[in-house]
């Protein structure tokens, strides 16, 4: 029987084998970084214009369900919908790209916009917290003054 192990010794292989891959799995966990919270998104960003084969998709749908009033399932409108849009030509596909264009284009005149206000508004949230801060000075001296003034009038 020489060359054959014994069952004893492929256990303690394999007790071996284990133990690495348990340090090893144990590095990996030390090098993962911490999760990091999501900045809270703002409702009033503007959304995204759509992409070309979205805006193709906007009537594809309509004009799908005209035709399979039955179909319930969104994803055989959807494969119906990009085979479509793969088998047409690149001047079929042309109003398509010319309406994501200028959805496109407004969306930047509305994103500038919306930056400008963003830009403004913090200014303004600073302005407001100091001018909170002296508003509140002028009123706790008002309030001083309306004191001495009510002890006058008792007198």
């Not at 992409?51 to 906007?58: K, L, P, R, T």
């Not at 690149?90 to 500038?112: G, H, L, S």
Request: no cysteine.
């Amino acid at each position: 029987m020489k060359g054959a192990k014994s069952k004893t010794e492929t256990k303690k292989a394999d007790n071996k084998l284990s133990v690495k891959r348990k340090a090893a799995g144990t590095e990996r966990a030390a090098k993962k970084p911490a999760k990091k919270e999501k900045p809270t998104k703002d409702p009033n960003k503007p959304k995204r214009p759509a992409s070309a084969f979205f805006v193709f998709m906007e009537e594809f749908r309509k004009t799908f369900k005209e035709k399979h009033p039955n179909n319930k399932s969104v994803s055989v409108v959807g494969k119906a919908g990009g085979d479509k849009w793969k088998s047409l030509s690149e001047a079929e596909k042309a109003p398509y790209v010319a309406k994501a264009e200028k959805r496109k284009t407004e969306y930047n005149k509305v994103m500038q916009a919306y930056n400008k206000k963003q830009a403004e508004g913090s200014n303004a949230a600073d302005d407001e917290e100091e001018s909170d801060k002296s508003k509140s000075e002028v009123n706790d001296e008002d309030d001083e003054e309306d004191e001495s003034g009510e002890e006058d009038d008792e007198e």
